[in-house]
């Protein structure tokens, strides 16, 4: 069974760092893109950056490009997404997701499974 | 910028509804990459709608998806109770962002 545990939200002052962590099993984690889609309060889903197969490659939207580094371990199984340099409009559910592959590789241009998803909220 | 879906959208136990996501050239339009998502209450997200209208192994077949030009549909036909979630459309897009996700439709059944 294909998992993605969440963790590492919490509360943080803007300005701050903070690292999400993604421990995936059921599968060959090394197979796959995977990708960060976060949520914040009363608004829709929003693509936050991937990550390819092997570490080589990395896409992030604008609004957080220099300030999220998206990260893997394959032989640990598990992804990270280290945040710098915090604001108040970072503060949402932050999810990790298998797949999100970019356009010009091979593999799945959907997220086929979830984390349970861990909140972070930035806030003095 | 997202997609533009309908804020809420409502049938009765049985019926079919169907929700719009409307894009542009650069996602929609450019792409046969459009999934769907459905999202109860505290819950993660979860696939129902693949490449335009796959359905994942395990989805019901009440769940159908399509697309025309800068639009796609989700189609949710003998509508039950367990619908009830909101649901997101989400496509590739060709802008710096990757992945362009939808404002969200709440379906009420």
């Known amino acids: 069974e294909v998992q993605l545990v969440n963790s590492g939200g919490g509360l943080v002052q803007p300005g701050g760092s903070l690292r999400l962590s993604c421990a995936a099993s059921g599968f060959t984690f090394s197979n796959y893109w995977m990708s960060w889609v976060r949520q914040a309060p009363g608004k829709g889903l929003e693509w936050v950056a991937n990550?390819?197969?092997?570490?080589?490659?990395?896409h992030y939207v604008d609004s957080v490009k220099g300030r999220f580094i998206i990260s893997r371990d394959n032989a640990k199984n598990s992804l990270d997404l280290q945040m710098y340099s915090l604001r108040a409009e970072d503060t949402a559910i932050y999810y990790c997701?298998?797949?999100?592959?970019?356009?010009?590789?091979?593999?799945?241009?959907?997220?086929?499974?979830w984390g349970q998803g861990t909140l972070l909220t930035v806030s003095s | 910028s997202a997609l533009t879906q309908p804020a809420s959208v409502s049938g009765s136990p049985g019926q079919s509804i169907t929700i719009s996501c409307t894009g542009t050239?650069?996602?929609?339009?450019?792409?046969?990459?459009v999934s769907w998502y459905q999202r109860h209450p505290g819950g993660p997200p979860k696939l129902i709608i693949f490449d335009v209208s796959n359905r994942p192994s395990g989805v019901s077949y009440r769940f159908s998806g399509s697309k025309s030009g800068n639009t796609a549909s989700l189609t949710i036909s003998g509508l039950q109770t367990e619908d009830e979630a909101d649901y997101y459309c989400s496509s590739y897009t060709s802008w710096n962002t990757l992945y362009v996700f939808g404002t969200g439709t709440k379906v009420t059944v």
């Open positions: 990550i390819k197969q092997d570490g080589s490659e990395e």
């Open positions: 997701a298998r797949g999100g592959t970019h356009y010009y590789s091979s593999g799945i241009k959907y997220f086929d499974y």
């Open positions: 050239g650069s996602d929609l339009g450019g792409y046969e990459y």
